[in-house]
Each structure stands twice: as structure tokens, then as C-alpha cells.
């Protein structure tokens, strides 16, 4: 378009001379920038990830029927199943920085031990009878709780007993991939310590609100807490909503508890790559739809409600998983009293200086 108010518009005449211009940029591997600055700089995100709900009841029969049909063991390491983003070209990424699988362990299987530059971690919306062995320190998995594997420890789990167990892992695979920061090493064909303990090490040092252990002053880049219990979640969660009945501050908004599951000995996030909170509405209660830069996963941990992803509302029961791409508007309404855990890659766009949030003002 030429027009004489926009004299300095940057379109250049198509010529065969500037033809043959770009035919000699290519055979030099040169690109100019002029040629697809929308696509590098959009004035607001644009992700190729789009926003995707996965239910639970049609993920947990696929990791049953891989159950049967695909031993677990060295080599392949985990029968994982990751969510992939329908707008990510087939890999295994749910959004450009983080992977969510759906894990299945048999009864009495085991996952072998390894250890990778990759933080990860498992969060249990069902079942119980596994444990995962974290540096040799045996950590029980049970429903409502979150169980990090920063990155380098050495893991693997263990089914203690005689019915399967499947549990959600979530990873900065996709993040590790892009940035060619990926290390990976074997451990124990089988886990090191098969004793099934209420409590971990881990949490028999640290544990203990607000009490730091005297001998472990050194802050550490990931969360020495291998385990955060669904028992403390759920009655933080409670605590607040009953402060809220008596008019004192507790919730982000109202009708709309949540905490941050956080490293104790610097009060950040769980591990340096990943974020992970709780979020719990009452019944009958909504959030403002909000735009976010990074992405987030959620998943429904009880109740029943939906989700909006640019206006586009799905109704969503327990299990049920979805993602939001940078910049997607998000908002959630609760038909019961709706549970859902939550995690992101906001401890990167934090630290990079990269973070915005907008949050639309009610009744837009
Ligand atoms: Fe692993």
C-alpha cells in the first residue's frame, strides 16, 4: 500500500534485480527481517500453541491399555504418555516450555532409576501405593500430593502393591530441548531402597512450618521438600475461605483461594524452571478473565466447573487437563466447590524480565 502519509512504509518494488537479491540471500543463509517482522515481533503474543482440554476419562483407559501391551523397564525408562499441543506440530510439548504425561505403573512393576538436567515433578489426582525413590530417599505417593525430582536427582518408582496407580508428570523437556541443555544418565536397574515409609527424609527434616533445620542454612535453587501433602494443602486452602466468612483478608479474590507450593529455604518457587499452585473456588464463584505471558497447565483435581480459553467455554470434571499458551485469556466459574492444581513456567518469564499480566475489569 503506498500511500503519501506513510512515505517511509518499508515495501520495496518487486523487481526481478530484488528477486534475484533474496535468491542470493538464501544461498548465504541470510533472512531479512523486513520480510516477516509480524511473525518474529508481534506487537502482543501470538503463540503457535493453542489452548486444548484433554479429559481424564479418555486419557487414563489409553495408559490402562498401555499397561498392558508396553512392558516398563530400561531404554524406554517410564511408560509416559505425553499431551501434545495440537498447534506444536506433533511433538510432545503441551505448550513451547513444558511436557505433561500421563505415568502408568502396574502392579509390582518398577520404574528403573536415572537422573537428568530436566526438573520434574508428579502430581496425584487419584490411587496411592507407589513410591518414588528420590537420591535414595523412598517418598510415597498418594492422592492430592506433589513430589519434585529437581533436576539431577536420581529417580525411579516402585509399585508396592497389587493394583496399577497413574499420576500426571510434569517436565521442562520442551524448555531443555530448545536450549540444547539436556544431560541424562542411568541409575539402578531397580530403585535403591524399596521401603515404603509414611514419610520421606526430606520431609522428616523439613516439614515443619516456618522451623529451618540448623544444619541446612546453604539456600538451594530447588526445594530441599521432596513432598508437599495434600493434608497441609487442603486445610491451608480451608484456613483461608474461612478467614474470607469472617471478613478478613486471606483470598486473591473473593471466593477464590490459592497458594504456591515454594522452596522453604528461600521462600521462591519449588524448582527453577516450573511453578506450582493450588487454586480452590467456592461453589458458584468466578475469576476475571486474565492474560498471562508463558504458559500454564492445569489440571482439575475435584468438583466441577469450566474453564474459558478465549471465550471459548469447556465444562470440566476431575482429572480433566488443559493448557494455556502465553497470552491466552483464562478464566475459570465453579459449579461445585472446584479444585485444581496448576503449573507454569512463570519462574522463567519472571527472571528474564518477561512477565505481564492484564486482567479484564468485570463486565467487559
Ligand atoms: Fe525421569
Redesign the pocket.
Known amino acids: 500500500m503506498n500511500d503519501a502519509g506513510h512515505s517511509n512504509i518499508m515495501k520495496p518494488e518487486d523487481t526481478a534485480e530484488l528477486r534475484q537479491l533474496y535468491a542470493d540471500f538464501e544461498a548465504e543463509h541470510l533472512k531479512p527481517l523486513w520480510t516477516q517482522i509480524d511473525d518474529l515481533m508481534p506487537v502482543v503474543p501470538n503463540p503457535k500453541a493453542v489452548p486444548h482440554v484433554w479429559k481424564w476419562s479418555r486419557l487414563f483407559p489409553l495408559a490402562e491399555r498401555s499397561g498392558d501391551l508396553v512392558p516398563v523397564g530400561r531404554g524406554g525408562?517410564?511408560r509416559a504418555i505425553g499431551l501434545a499441543n495440537p498447534g506444536l506440530g506433533g511433538k510432545a510439548y503441551i505448550s513451547p516450555t513444558l511436557w505433561a504425561a500421563i505415568q502408568y505403573l502396574g502392579p509390582r512393576e518398577t520404574a528403573p532409576e536415572?537422573r537428568?538436567a530436566q526438573n520434574?515433578f508428579r502430581f496425584v489426582v487419584e490411587g496411592e501405593g507407589v513410591w518414588t525413590v528420590v537420591n535414595g530417599d523412598p517418598v510415597r505417593m498418594s492422592r492430592g500430593d506433589l513430589l519434585l525430582?529437581p533436576g539431577w536427582h536420581f529417580?525411579g518408582h516402585h509399585n508396592d502393591t497389587d493394583k496399577p496407580m497413574a499420576w500426571i508428570d510434569g517436565l521442562d523437556i520442551p524448555f531443555s530441548y530448545q536450549n540444547d541443555v539436556g544431560f541424562f544418565e542411568f541409575g539402578s536397574d531397580r530403585v535403591t531402597d524399596y521401603a515404603t515409609p509414611r514419610f520421606s527424609r526430606g520431609e522428616r527434616l523439613w516439614a515443619h512450618p516456618g522451623l529451618r533445620p540448623l544444619s541446612e542454612l546453604k539456600d538451594t535453587v530447588s526445594s530441599p521438600l521432596g513432598a508437599y501433602r495434600w493434608e497441609f494443602t487442603d486445610r491451608a486452602l480451608t484456613e483461608q475461605l474461612l478467614l474470607e466468612d469472617e471478613g478478613q483478608p486471606a483470598t486473591v479474590e473473593q471466593g477464590h483461594a490459592a497458594v504456591r507450593y515454594v522452596n522453604p529455604t528461600t521462600g521462591g518457587d519449588v524448582m527453577p524452571t516450573i511453578r506450582a499452585e493450588f487454586h480452590r473456588l467456592r461453589a458458584g464463584a468466578s475469576t476475571p478473565p486474565r492474560r498471562e505471558v508463558g504458559s500454564s497447565v492445569f489440571q482439575v483435581f475435584e468438583g466441577k466447573g469450566s474453564v474459558a480459553l478465549n471465550r471459548t467455554e469447556t465444562k470440566l470434571d476431575t482429572g480433566d487437563l488443559f493448557v494455556v499458551p502465553s497470552w491466552v485469556a483464562w478464566s475459570l466459574q465453579a459449579e461445585t466447590q472446584f479444585d485444581l492444581f496448576r503449573f507454569s513456567d512463570a519462574p522463567v518469564m519472571e527472571r528474564l524480565g518477561f512477565a505481564r499480566t492484564q486482567v479484564e475489569e468485570a463486565g467487559r
Request: charged share 30%; glycine share 0%; aromatic share 0%.
Open positions: 525408562e517410564r536415572h537428568h520434574a525430582t529417580h
